[in-house]
């Protein structure tokens, strides 16, 4: 029996399910399991969307910033549930980036030009404002 045959198939189709992932990728090898057949088996095929697992402040922010303001008929690749809007619309309304009408305000706007979290940038453009006396 040739070893190298067993361990390191010629083609991807070849490779089974617990094999699968970085093994050939990178270099030939072996990839190990770390939890038993029956876990393995009651797996999902695939993970959800990420979209419906994660925060959606940011994006929202930022598809506002964009001039969409209608996200709730926005056409998502992979919608992210209704609560996670409405919670995340709750969270810039609370903010002050968001008016009673929707629309983005004076600090909205300011937060949606930095490329970072919304909570971060919030952080960052208070301590550098005059009111708190920051240094620069």
Known sequence: MDIQS???PSSPSTVP??????T???SPGICYQLYSASVFASLPTSTPPEITRTDVTTPIL????????DLMKFEWISAPPAESILHALEGL???GMIGDNGLLTPIGER???CPIEVDIARMVRFANSVDFFCAA
């Open 6 to 8: 067993n361990y390191f």
């Open 93 to 95: 309304f609370a903010a």
């Open 62 to 69: 930022q598809l506002k910033s964009l001039g969409i303001n």
């Open 24 to 26: 050939r990728r990178t």
């Open 111 to 113: 937060v949606a030009e």
């Open 17 to 22: 399910v617990s094999q699968a992932g970085r």
